[in-house]
């Protein structure tokens, strides 16, 4: 089984930018379908980021253009580069990893806070 731990979230003003980070243990990233997936206040938990079929990156329509996933196999890390971050993008923010087998996203990492004052 794979570990995710988030990093790097924290307190910006609007425009700011931060970079997160999901470092992997236990298991190769490479074995594994990666997503962001973000709950802000009193909302549900949204998918933000992740692969689709034949390793498409798929954005929601809200972080198009502002948020950029990738992946570093040699340090079995996956990032998300946040710019021109916006208030409503305040949330906890987590990765997720799905088994290849699977149709679920099973592990999860603690989240780490985004927040962002106008």
């Known amino acids: 089984q794979v570990q995710l731990v988030e990093s790097g979230g924290g307190l910006v003003q609007a425009g700011e930018s931060l970079r997160l980070s999901c470092a992997a243990s236990g298991d190769t990233l490479s074995n594994y379908q990666m997503g962001w997936f973000r709950q802000g206040p009193g909302k549900e938990r949204e998918l933000i980021a992740g692969n689709r079929w034949g390793s498409t990156i798929y954005y929601t329509d809200s972080v198009k253009g502002r948020f950029t996933t990738s992946r570093d196999n040699s340090q079995n890390t996956l990032y998300l580069q946040m710019n021109m971050l916006k208030p409503e993008d305040t949330a906890v923010y987590y990765c997720?990893?799905?088994?290849?087998?699977?149709?679920?996203?099973?592990?999860w990492g603690q989240g780490t806070q985004v927040t962002v004052s106008s």
């Open positions: 997720a990893a799905r088994p290849s087998r699977s149709r679920n996203f099973q592990y």
